[in-house]
């Protein structure tokens, strides 16, 4: 697995590659991907500069290994990854009884190299003329959530690096 140990929260510290936590956690991984690509967008949380959380829509594909963050140069919610990395994302809800669940990923956004961005740009849905019309980062895990109603409780299935597979029933 690819994580560091330390805890230091904007640097990838702590943090793994969607293989890693394909790897360390498959039937969670594929049912978290499942509700991550049940709708095109998710929502993604990230922090303006004076510390207040942006919430944004966008597309977040997983393929290649990665969990991929591509977006508008310049946009407000680039703006928040350059100043500060962190970001969570959240699935869109099916319905009010989370059957199968209400997916969480946080992380660390850290910007592709050109190598990455000719991986994401070949594997894209539609053809990209232009890469430098998008600024993409890969995400770098912290931590996973599948929350879901289980016999009238909530079950929460969550996931970390260093914690790995753990389960709340309440």
């Known amino acids: 697995m690819n994580s560091d140990a330390s805890g230091d929260a904007g640097t990838t510290a702590g943090t793994v590659t969607w293989t890693d936590f394909e ?3 498959g039937d969670l991984a594929q049912r978290v991907r499942s509700r991550m690509e049940s709708h ?3 929502v993604m949380g ?3 500069p004076d510390g207040s959380p942006r919430l944004s829509g966008m597309e977040a594909p997983i393929r290649s290994g990665h969990l991929w963050l591509a ?6 919610k680039a703006q928040d990854l350059h100043h500060d990395p962190r970001f969570a994302l959240h699935s869109a809800l099916d319905s009010e009884h989370l059957p199968a669940g209400d ?3 946080s992380g660390v956004a850290v910007a592709a190299d050109s190598a990455q961005q000719a991986e994401f740009v070949a594997g894209h849905h539609h053809p990209i003329e232009d890469p430098s ?6 995400a770098r895990i912290r931590r996973v959530a599948l929350v879901r109603v289980a016999d009238d409780a909530l079950l929460i299935e969550g996931w970390t690096p260093s914690a790995g597979l753990v389960q709340v029933k309440q």
């Open 103 to 105: 997916a969480r990923i």
């Open 133 to 138: 019309l998008m600024e993409l980062f890969v």
């Open 40 to 42: 095109r967008h998710v």
């Open 46 to 48: 990230t922090l303006r």
């Open 71 to 76: 977006m508008t140069p310049g946009s407000l």
């Open 23 to 25: 790897q360390a956690a």
